[in-house]
């Protein structure tokens, strides 16, 4: 058993008022109403109340990332694991879960300290999208917001953790540069969580990106001319990436990470028929660097 999805992610943001423009206007992701100023943005892109939330803060930086179980009974059995390997683990409380619109979770911290949590239950709204632009959806429902990459440590002692305590499973690896990268899957998404050694200025426990993932190549060619008309610092050029065959541009976000943005990334339906293999690019084409400093 194991995570089935990363269901969710919450940032700390310096200036939310980017972020919204951003992510409505040129990524088309609807945003829930907002109480006052001081509380949350909330966005959807699916039937899921929200997939990711935006805290204002002095400091930009990672609040926690939320992977989803199948059951009740299953969460227990996790949470009770953790523990038993030494892993701190607590419940959230009913205020916690309420604000992330699950029926419960229970957070603790990975290898590297990236603030991480596991839940049950999320709560499903019923209301039509309603995007913040013209756009056709977004591919996520059974395989989750996306993925997310993070800097480590040690990245195949990290990858252990996830695969042998949480149940994810091997996808491939890629090694570039400097960098050398471990994919893996929880569901037939063909990467909902990456972990590579800390490059490119990162430190471990770093995110270096997440992905959101449209429905049609046409939204990912719209939001690109955007960017480029925007002047919306980008990272990466339109490419397409070897593993996984998303087609795909990155761009630096108001908090100084990166979001990749894309379509058509192939699935893995059957594991017993997936080959692992390492590659030794990123990129099929494309995926050019836009910034005279590397961050991928």
């Not at 992701?29 to 909330?42: D, G, I, M």
């Not at 490059?199 to 939204?219: A, Q, R, W, Y």
Request: net charge negative; aromatic share 12%.
């Amino acid at each position: 058993m194991g995570v089935t999805q990363l269901g969710y992610i919450g940032v700390n943001v310096s200036d939310p008022d980017a972020w919204l423009d951003l992510m409505t206007n040129v990524f088309g992701l609807e945003a829930r109403e907002r109480k006052n100023k001081t509380a949350p943005l909330q966005f959807r892109v699916d039937d899921h109340h929200h997939r990711i939330a935006l805290y204002p803060a002095k400091s930009d930086g990672l609040q926690y990332i939320g992977w989803e179980v199948a059951s009740m009974d299953e969460l227990r059995r996790l949470a009770d694991h953790l523990s038993s390997i030494g892993v701190t683990v607590e419940q959230g409380t009913p205020a916690e879960a309420d604000a992330r619109k699950v029926l419960t979770f229970f957070k603790f911290r990975d290898p590297d300290g990236i603030p991480s949590e596991i839940y049950y239950g999320p709560i499903i709204d019923h209301d039509p999208l309603r995007f913040g632009r013209p756009i056709s959806g977004f591919n996520a429902g059974r395989l989750g917001l996306g993925h997310a990459v993070f800097a480590c440590k040690d990245q195949y002692k990290s990858a252990e953790f996830y695969m042998k305590e949480l149940g994810f499973r091997l996808s491939d690896y890629i090694a570039w540069d400097d960098a050398d990268a471990i994919f893996m899957h929880c569901n037939p998404r063909h990467h909902s969580l990456a972990l590579m050694n800390p490059v490119f200025g990162m430190k471990p426990g770093d995110l270096n990106h997440f992905m959101i993932e449209t429905t049609s190549m046409d939204d990912v060619g719209r939001a690109y001319d955007l960017v480029l008309e925007r002047k919306i610092p980008l990272i990466l050029t339109l490419g397409r990436h070897t593993n996984d065959l998303m087609t795909s541009f990155y761009i630096k976000n108001p908090s100084g990470f990166a979001i990749e943005y894309g379509y058509g990334g192939r699935l893995i339906e059957d594991d017993a028929k997936w080959d692992v293999r390492k590659y030794s690019a990123t990129k099929l084409w494309g995926h050019q660097l836009a910034m005279a400093e590397p961050m991928l």
